[in-house]
């Protein structure tokens, strides 16, 4: 099959896995098969695109998807009833409503170890597993490329991953991992 016919092969499966899962969403209690099967047609359109046309070819599947989920969820907006209650005042989740406190220390305290401590613990993953590359072989720019490349990828995955926990205890081991994988790269004296 030549490059075309595999990337019309990628969008139908693109469109076939959004399709799917629209369809598997909107029945009153989800289907974990329905489900798989959607996710699967869209690792097959990435697939497909990636064969066809290399980077270009998956950004072309992409947009398939994303325009059929972008007209879907647009005709349920538009097709659904008005809500019946009332919208709340409420910013984001920016301010309490009422007379709740604000819970400042709190708010803080989360900023400072999502927003800053996160950091350190993803260079802490970074430089394990540039520290790993060097192991493993790897040059030195190529480990460094690896390091530079990770941190922000583990950066945000930490911060989501302690976002979507709210045990302190939980988003302090979460950076105690990230800070300790960096500690045989100190001791061996492999540096960044």
Request: charged fraction near 10%.
């Amino acid at each position: 099959m030549n490059g075309d016919g595999v990337l019309l092969l990628g969008g139908l499966a693109a469109i076939g896995g959004v399709a799917l899962l629209r369809f598997s969403w909107s029945r009153r209690k989800r289907s974990h098969r329905l489900n798989l099967a959607g996710w699967s047609l869209l690792a097959l359109a990435v697939v497909a695109g990636a064969q066809a046309a290399g980077a270009w070819g998956v950004a072309i599947e992409a947009l398939v998807a994303m325009a059929l989920a972008f007209v879907l969820l647009a005709w349920a907006g538009w097709t659904s009833p008005p809500g019946v209650m009332k919208a709340s005042n409420r910013r984001a989740g920016m301010l309490p409503e009422g007379g709740a406190p604000l819970r400042l220390r709190r708010r803080l305290t989360t900023f400072a170890l999502v927003g800053l401590m996160a950091v350190f613990a993803a260079i802490g993953l970074a430089l394990g597993l540039r520290m790993l590359a060097l192991l493993g072989g790897a040059g030195e720019a190529d480990a460094n490329a690896l390091a530079l490349f990770t941190t922000p990828l583990a950066w945000s995955g930490l911060v989501f991953a302690m976002l979507m926990t709210g045990d302190r205890r939980r988003q302090l081991a979460m950076l105690a991992i990230g800070c300790l994988v960096a500690v045989p790269a100190f001791l061996t004296g492999v540096q960044a």
